[in-house]
């Protein structure tokens, strides 16, 4: 007997593993790929809070079709999403498929809204680290500690992280340099 499995599809299973089992391990997270996997479970396993701090959103992991479908499973169970984007240019979100859908939940008025800044996140000051990050429900998260190379600090039972991580997502949000994107009047 053999085993086919690609070591992407080895990872998927190691990281559903490690969120259904509510492990409190931290681990390291690295590609556009692996970040995939971690952010679609992170998706899968909120029940109420999605806070995303991120570039732009319409490129690259935020424009595949299973970080969209697992979000939008997320806002159909009645989710509350926010995100803040400080890379944000409206005529490329014109052409991605989740503004797209983003823009068709905001016309249903599900618990959603998005903002654009131009903060920006670091981890450590000296060198400065540019970060990014999504965490769920004050337990989940994943940061990224390399925005370039997508390296990230991830788990999936963690409050005490998450929670910091939420509380500071909160900060730049409601910050005065956080203005409101009208989802509707994108497309």
Same mark, same amino acid.
Do not use: W
């Given at each position: 007997?053999?085993?086919?499995?690609?070591?992407?599809?080895?990872?998927?299973?190691?990281?559903?593993?490690?969120?259904?089992?509510?492990?409190?391990?931290?681990?390291?997270?690295?590609?556009?790929?692996?970040?995939?996997?971690?952010?679609?479970?992170?998706?899968?396993?909120?029940?109420?809070?999605?806070?995303?701090?991120?570039?732009?959103?319409?490129?690259?992991?935020?424009?595949?079709?299973?970080?969209?479908?697992?979000?939008?499973?997320? &806002? #159909?169970?009645?989710? @509350?999403? /926010?995100?803040?984007?400080?890379?944000? %240019?409206?005529? +490329?979100?014109?052409?991605?498929?989740?503004?797209?859908?983003?823009?068709?939940?905001?016309?249903?008025?599900?618990?959603?809204?998005?903002?654009?800044?131009?903060?920006?996140?670091?981890?450590?000051?000296?060198?400065?680290?540019?970060?990014?990050?999504?965490?769920?429900?004050?337990?989940?998260?994943? &940061? #990224?500690?390399?925005? @370039?190379? /997508?390296?990230?600090?991830?788990?999936? %039972?963690?409050? +005490?992280?998450?929670?910091?991580?939420?509380?500071?997502?909160?900060?730049?949000?409601?910050?005065?340099?956080?203005?409101?994107?009208?989802?509707?009047?994108?497309?």
């Amino acid at each position: 007997m053999t085993c086919n499995k690609t070591l992407i599809d080895e990872y998927r299973d190691f990281v559903k593993y490690l969120a259904d089992t509510k492990d409190t391990r931290i681990f390291l997270n690295s590609d556009e790929d692996h970040a995939l996997e971690v952010l679609v479970q992170l998706f899968h396993q909120a029940t109420s809070s999605i806070k995303i701090f991120a570039g732009c959103l319409y490129e690259h992991v935020g424009n595949q079709s299973e970080y969209i479908s697992a979000l939008s499973d997320f &806002i #159909e169970k009645g989710g @509350e999403l /926010r995100i803040l984007l400080n890379n944000y %240019n409206q005529e +490329k979100a014109r052409e991605s498929l989740l503004f797209k859908r983003l823009a068709m939940y905001a016309k249903q008025n599900k618990n959603i809204e998005v903002k654009e800044t131009n903060a920006k996140a670091f981890f450590r000051t000296e060198p400065k680290q540019e970060i990014h990050f999504t965490v769920v429900d004050n337990i989940g998260y994943r &940061i #990224e500690t390399n925005i @370039e190379k /997508r390296t990230a600090r991830c788990s999936f %039972n963690d409050s +005490k992280i998450a929670t910091a991580t939420a509380e500071f997502f909160d900060k730049l949000y409601t910050d005065k340099r956080a203005q409101h994107i009208d989802l509707n009047n994108i497309f």
